[in-house]
């Protein structure tokens, strides 16, 4: 959530920071703006308005800023609803302007002790920019004040500031709210996120927590939480600057929907040699490490924490070890009985989410063994605070509806049930089932997406309704909760999904001729408890949507439509069978007119509680 772009260079910066906006809309935000040193007398002019990043386009074509230092941001609303006034960047008396993503706890202490300064919003970043202005008026150089006013700071915060007493200089921070450096010849940048930068750099340094850089055109200094000058590796992104584009695609979620089988087989290549899995791809000390596990811990938000779910049937019923998952923002804030041996999983598609990031960082001092990161981006914070990382490889994923995350995350889960399975109920033949059944997964998932034509048809019969029922059982329950979460999410219908088992201690109250029921009928060992559940549910006159397997015997019928998913080996077919739940999701929100890649109210990574 919120999006910060700045640079320093010998050119005009506008049109970079706004092309940096663009590249970061998927993070979700309500207003954007920019801030630039430019003009007469280098003066510190702005623009800012609420709406998409469109609108500040052209709201600068007809009134043009230039500038060769600039500061940008997109915000999504947490003090202060949508608008001008809120809007970043802020200045304080012309003289200061500063970005900000993160929250400041004690911001209200701040501002009562400002009784000198005018405040024109309800945000919580303004204390800060009149905290630097302050430093900077007592004499301080940039650097410094914004040194001494982190220091006043409790929360979470990445800092762009910039002032017109020193033109050329930009100077950032970081503290539980990520920020990179892009490394250019004769200019630098700073950004939430490596997308917004690869237009005109591959080249970045990744900030840790507590540090503060400040950028000039010839050279970036980087200090860490102590004022000690420090040395950040420099990595070089493998991403293409148009590996974000939407191609002939209408969004992107559908464009991510049909990369998935691609998405699944990089994220098994060179995973997998002989017909069994390397372990090494866990890393060089995953061998000893796992050696020793005897439990599982898992941790997520959203779509991930659905990932997890599946996984516990699979760690339980294939490696034989037992397996709790948990909500990140509700693990972080509980006494825990921490079991002998525990691998701590986290799973995150951006590595920055602050709850699971928080709850690695409890799970530390609460003496967990040992630490696995699942991650989508390999310089993540997640990533670098883990002990071991298996990388999901699903690329760029810029829609909100996480799609091919949440399918490759899956595909990593099961690996690290055959790594810890082969040290306890898993015996080699099984692995070798496993394995094989893996890599047929990418062909099942083709198969699951030619069902897109039929899927947009049946997505007429939703496209009016208020309320949506999802069922499964066993494993497939998640993937219930998780087709829910996605239509919920994208086309505002509201949406619940239950174990089926559940229908007569609730939910069948709410059956009728208007509540779709969706069903996830895989040919399983639980297939006969279900259809006695999809019964229950036409005997009250609701109408059925059945995903099912050919050989399930379920047949369409006056309110019931069966919508028949290839045969698909039953471990992977939680997989398999999260495509067609997508792809409705899709079509409905396509029918309905909402804005599929950033719906309302919702952020891509969200980095704050």
């Known amino acids: 959530m919120c999006g910060i772009v700045g640079a320093v260079a010998q050119r005009d910066v506008v049109p970079i920071l706004v092309e940096g906006l663009h590249r970061l809309e998927y993070r979700g935000y309500d207003s954007a703006g920019v801030a630039v040193l430019g003009g007469e007398a280098g003066c510190l002019e702005r623009t800012r308005m609420t709406g998409k990043v469109a609108g500040l386009e052209a709201a600068l074509a007809k009134a043009p800023l230039a500038g060769s230092t600039g500061i940008a941001h997109t915000r999504w609303a947490t003090h202060g609803p949508p608008s001008e006034s809120n809007a970043h960047p802020h200045l304080c008396r012309e003289r200061v302007g500063l970005v900000h993503n993160g929250i400041i706890e004690n911001f209200e202490a701040l501002r009562a002790a400002q009784d000198d300064h005018e405040f024109d919003s309800d945000t919580d970043t303004e204390v800060v920019v009149h905290r630097v202005h302050d430093h900077l008026a007592s004499g301080l150089d940039l650097l410094a004040a914004v040194q001494a006013t982190v220091a006043e700071l409790e929360g979470a915060y990445a ?43 591959q080249r970045f340094m990744f900030l840790e927590e507590g540090d503060i850089a400040d950028l000039r055109r010839d050279g970036v200094t980087v200090y860490d939480a102590t004022g000690s000058v420090v040395e950040r590796e ?16 209408r969004h992107y979620m559908i464009k991510e929907i049909h990369e998935q089988p691609r998405a699944l087989a990089d994220t098994l290549e060179g995973r997998i040699g002989g017909g069994r899995l390397l372990e090494q791809a866990f890393g060089p000390e995953a061998a000893a490490i796992f050696d020793n596990v005897r439990a599982v811990q898992i941790v997520a938000c959203g779509t991930s924490y659905h990932a997890g779910l599946v996984a516990r049937y699979w760690m339980e019923a294939l490696a034989g070890l037992p397996c709790w998952i948990e909500v990140a923002s509700e693990f972080r804030y509980r006494r825990h009985v921490v079991p002998a041996e525990t691998l701590f999983v986290t799973i995150s598609q951006s590595g920055e989410t602050a709850d699971t990031l928080a709850a690695l960082r409890v799970a530390k001092e609460l003496g967990y063994a040992h630490s696995l990161a699942i991650c989508n981006v390999p310089e993540s914070s997640l990533v670098r605070e883990s002990e071991l990382v298996l990388m999901t490889r699903a690329g760029p994923e810029i829609g909100v509806a996480s799609t091919k995350a949440f399918t490759t995350q899956l595909v990593a889960l099961l690996l690290l049930v055959i790594a810890l399975g082969r040290r306890h109920r898993l015996d080699e033949a099984t692995e070798r089932n496993l394995v094989g059944q893996l890599l047929k997964l990418p062909g099942k998932v083709e198969q699951a997406l030619e069902l897109d034509a039929t899927i947009a048809r049946l997505a007429e019969a939703f496209a009016d309704k208020h309320h949506a029922l999802y069922l499964g059982r066993g494993d497939h329950y998640p993937v219930a909760l998780e087709g829910a979460l996605k239509l919920k999410e994208i086309s505002y219908i509201h949406a619940e999904a239950y174990p089926a088992g559940e229908l007569k201690h609730g939910p069948l109250a709410l059956v009728d001729d208007d509540m779709p029921v969706i069903a996830v009928a895989p040919n399983n060992e639980l297939l006969e408890k279900l259809k006695s559940n999809l019964h229950e549910v036409r005997a009250r006159g609701g109408r059925l949507y059945v995903f099912a397997d050919p050989g399930a015997g379920l047949a369409a019928e006056e309110g019931v439509e069966v919508i028949e998913v290839a045969p698909t080996d039953e471990v992977i077919a939680p997989i398999v069978y999260t495509v067609p739940l997508q792809l409705l999701a899709y079509h409905v929100a396509v029918l309905r007119g909402t804005d599929v890649d950033q719906p309302r109210n919702l952020a891509k990574s969200v980095t704050v509680e």
Request: charged share 20%; glycine share 12%.
């Open 234 to 249: 420099v990595s070089t992104s493998e991403l293409a600057a148009d590996a974000v584009e939407r191609g002939h695609y």
């Open 159 to 201: 800092l762009g500031v910039v002032t017109v007493d020193e033109p050329g200089r930009l100077v950032a921070a970081r503290r539980g709210s990520p920020l990179v450096i892009g490394l250019g010849i004769g200019e630098n940048f700073i950004a939430s996120d490596v997308m917004a930068l690869l237009p005109v750099t």
